[in-house]
């Protein structure tokens, strides 16, 4: 008996053999050793999902914004062949009316098509009428897309003006 009751403790509340200090690690091991790794599987793998899906989302969204503009387009391309074609607005321009007039009438059709401005010109690139007070005769500046209008192509596109070139095609804007 003597050497079993070396085994058995004389204070059961002693810190080696607390069954409360077992039952607490017994608890507390798994939950340290699988919460790191468990963290660590979600961000290598939820990362590169998270990755796919905004790129996904991102592809998604410029497709619509493409969808968008090229929509827009075509009504405001609809637009302008009306209003080229238009009585009103030819008889105004064969009359010679004066340039405020024609201001007054391409700034009303240019709020209409939610456009900045309208100009009217000749092949040669001088402005006849504008809806931003360009004073007629003036030369519009160089551009692909200019050039195209002139040449009676309806076209959209990107272009970049210096501060210069923005205020020979709209005063406002530059």
Known sequence: MTTLSKYIPDNLNSGHFSLRKKMLKLALVPLLLAFPAILIILVVVGGSRFDERLKSMAYSNLATAHNYLDQQ???TEVFIKQQALSANLQD???AGS???ILEDILKSLAVGVRLDFLI????SGRVIASS???APGSLLPKSNILR???T???TTGF???NQTELALIAQPLA
């Open 73 to 75: 387009r075509t009504l």
């Open 98 to 100: 004066s340039s405020v």
């Open 152 to 154: 009676g192509v309806l």
């Open 159 to 161: 272009e970049r003006f």
């Open 120 to 123: 009217i010109s000749d092949t």
């Open 92 to 94: 105004k321009l064969i």
């Open 132 to 134: 931003t007070g360009i």
């Open 148 to 150: 195209q209008a002139i």
